[in-house]
């Protein structure tokens, strides 16, 4: 630490005329000093990749919150297929991103399109970066495939979940995140020169980068796989097949919830950094903070204000359009959430439900199936969150988090001019550029390979049934003997208008237990 540095020559002359003993004290205080400095350094570090780590683990976290918001937005015979996609993404993104993702992504030095060091980790950790760096950019990549998940459930084949979740991962995403993350990336706010229009894109947790990119992919690949069996009938009238667990959907949107604390926040990366001379209660832990409650917020308005526009619009009041909601605030709010005030989040919130309403609307007249909403949720709301950064980035705030350009233009509706607008804009078209010219062509190669879709007796079938040996709910065990010849649960079916039971009738011979009596 400079601020504890000493210089023997420097300090001598301020102790006794005698030089020898002088330069003897000196030299030992400053060794003090040193070893004093080197601690601090080391604290720092362990601090800093500590928080880090804990970012990660919650991030990672949100893989659960996935899996268990699929689970239940799906029917009940395709749960066990969904949910082990859900694990294929994580465990199949780990290896590429290990592979080929990191090196693309971070691989510095680099040009402007994509990095070429770190492949399978070679020569890595480096001073700018340790393996805590590695494992919570690798839990925002398989982030990205698990959106991609949710838009192609119920239908498609689980080789093409294998090749769409290593490329998306070791190939796609990489390139995105360097282009708008990495120092070298041609549109990175953290370049030291030649900014885009002298700011660079402010997509600070990744509303363009991990939701946008995962929210298209999604798009393609439902759009090319075409709508689920009953999805809409012969007249074209849209039939609701609803998932076949809200709390499940509940369990998932909190747990997804409860990770974007790590997503948001942890991506200052780093904890004990003071602004400006130190010695302050104000540093980059109040940002951090504060980037917390502009996220809360977000997510808060914008549910409640799904749940009574769905109310007005519709009758009732549904739990899943309010979760869908929530997680339409946090995909908005992700990309500001570090640069902008507490009350503009209220704003980018309010604005993303009504965002997700139209996209869902939109869905519905084109015929367009996506059973999670994901594309219309992270697509949709993340390209409203990164226009939103463009006009409600305050000053002081990006100063803070992007240190080094006095001068960098901020949001368009705080005086600060549209320059920046301008480069969010670009994030947004070269976004869906890059993911339509990329995961466009694979999906539509999978689907002439017959590789995409499962068969239509499959699909009606339930693919847990079909692909996977066995459904997800078992509701007895056959090999139990202890209920041979007992009472059984079972269907309760409609017959001539009364609701009647079916219930297995005890043989003759077997008594019922005395407390059944």
């Not at 005698?18 to 004093?36: V, W």
């Not at 600070?204 to 009938?233: T, Y």
């Not at 009238?237 to 509940?250: D, E, N, Q, T």
């Not at 919830?257 to 104000?282: H, M, Q, R």
Request: with cysteine; net charge negative.
């Amino acid at each position: 630490m400079s601020s504890l540095s000493c210089s023997a020559s420097d300090l001598a002359p301020l102790f006794s005329s005698n030089t020898a003993n002088s330069t003897a004290m000196a030299n030992y205080l400053c060794a003090r000093f040193d070893t004093i400095a080197n601690k601090l350094s080391d604290t720092t570090y362990a601090i800093d990749n500590t928080y880090l780590l804990f970012s990660a683990f919650l991030v990672f976290a949100m893989q659960l919150g996935f899996a268990m918001l699929c689970a239940g937005s799906v029917r009940a015979k395709n749960t066990m297929n969904i949910m082990l996609t859900n694990v294929l993404d994580a465990a199949a993104g780990g290896l590429s991103y290990y592979l080929f993702g990191f090196a693309f992504a971070f691989g510095s030095p680099s040009n402007g399109f994509i990095g070429r060091h770190f492949f399978g980790l070679t020569d890595y950790p480096k001073p700018s970066g340790d393996y805590s760096f590695f494992l919570y950019q690798w839990a925002f990549a398989i982030a990205a495939a698990g959106i991609t998940s949710g838009s192609i459930a119920e239908r498609t084949q689980f080789v093409a979940y294998l090749i769409y979740s290593s490329l998306l991962t070791g190939f796609v995403y990489p390139i995105v995140s360097h282009w708008f993350w990495s120092s070298d990336g041609w549109a990175s706010p953290n370049r030291t020169d030649n900014l885009l229009f002298g700011s660079g894109v402010i997509d600070f947790a990744g509303s363009g980068v991990v939701h946008m990119v995962g929210g298209i992919a999604g798009l393609w690949g439902a759009f090319i796989e075409g709508p689920r069996v009953g999805r809409f009938d012969h007249s074209g009238r849209s039939v609701a097949l609803r998932g076949h667990s809200a709390s499940l959907v509940v369990l998932g949107s909190f747990l997804l919830w409860f990770g974007w604390y790590g997503f948001n926040p942890g991506s200052f990366l780093t904890i004990a950094k003071g602004y400006g001379d130190g010695g302050s209660y104000y540093g980059q832990w109040s940002a951090i903070g504060r980037t917390a409650v502009t996220t809360t917020l977000a997510g808060c308005t914008s549910a409640l204000t799904t749940l009574f526009s769905k109310r007005l619009l519709e009758g009732h009041w549904n739990v899943l359009d309010v979760c869908n909601g929530l997680l339409a605030g946090f995909a908005a709010i992700t990309s500001g959430c570090s640069v902008v005030e507490p009350w503009a989040a209220i704003i980018c919130g309010f604005v993303a439900s009504w965002v997700l309403i139209g996209c869902n609307k939109l869905a519905e007249k084109l015929k367009y199936d996506d059973p999670l909403e994901a594309a219309q949720l992270h697509g949709g709301c993340g390209a409203w969150g990164v226009l939103f950064t463009g006009l409600f980035a305050t000053a002081s705030y990006v100063n803070e988090v992007y240190p080094g350009q006095p001068s960098r233009p901020y949001g368009l509706f705080m005086g600060g001019g549209g320059k920046l607008l301008a480069a969010q804009l670009v994030q947004i078209l070269v976004v869906l550029g890059w993911v339509t010219a990329t995961m466009g062509p694979l999906f539509y190669l999978l689907n002439k390979m017959k590789l995409l879709r499962v068969s239509r007796d499959d699909e009606m079938a339930g693919m847990d049934l079909t692909r996977h040996g066995g459904f997800a709910y078992a509701y007895h065990d056959e090999d139990d003997q202890s209920i041979k010849h007992a009472y059984m649960m079972g269907k309760i079916e409609p017959n001539m208008g009364k609701i009647e039971p079916n219930i297995e009738t005890p043989p003759a011979n077997h008594s019922l237990p005395s407390e059944d009596v």
